[in-house]
Nanobody, 120 residues
Framework: QVQLVESGGGLVQPGGSLRLSCAAS????????MAWYRQAPESQRELIAT???????AYADSVLGRFTISRDKSKNTMYLQMNGLEPEDTAVYYC??????????????WGRGTQVTVSA
């Protein structure tokens, strides 16, 4: 069974940095596109960064220039380097990926999320 597990969240002061990780595990044949979403309290889930299997990236305007998405195919892991954090970045951050499990067709998977809190 394929799983996505996020880590690296926590409490950070404004202007600080965090690095989130998303590790995929299970009977994985191939991972296609991956993405980071976030959901603040009483808000809809927001797509903030994507990365294709070829490494092409895209960002929401709200994080462009501050966040960097990357992936290590050898480790089936995706990262989100977050710099210049602001209180408005406080949210639960979720990992999402299109994964082809061994012997199965491609499916979309979500992690359970990791809390990021930006506060003085």
């Amino acid at each position: 069974q394929v799983q996505l597990v996020e880590s690296g969240g926590g409490l950070v002061q404004p202007g600080g940095s965090l690095r989130l990780s998303c590790a995929a595990s299970g009977s994985i044949f191939m991972i296609d596109a991956m993405a980071w979403y976030r959901q603040a309290p009483e808000s809809q889930r927001e797509l903030i960064a994507t990365i294709t299997s070829e490494g092409t990236t895209a960002y929401a305007d709200s994080v462009l220039g501050r966040f960097t998405i990357s992936r290590d195919k050898s480790k089936n892991t995706m990262y989100l380097q977050m710099n210049g954090l602001e209180p408005e970045d406080t949210a639960v951050y979720y990992c999402n990926a299109d994964i082809r499990a061994t012997g199965q067709s491609r499916d979309n998977y979500w992690g359970r999320g990791t809390q990021v809190t930006v506060s003085a």
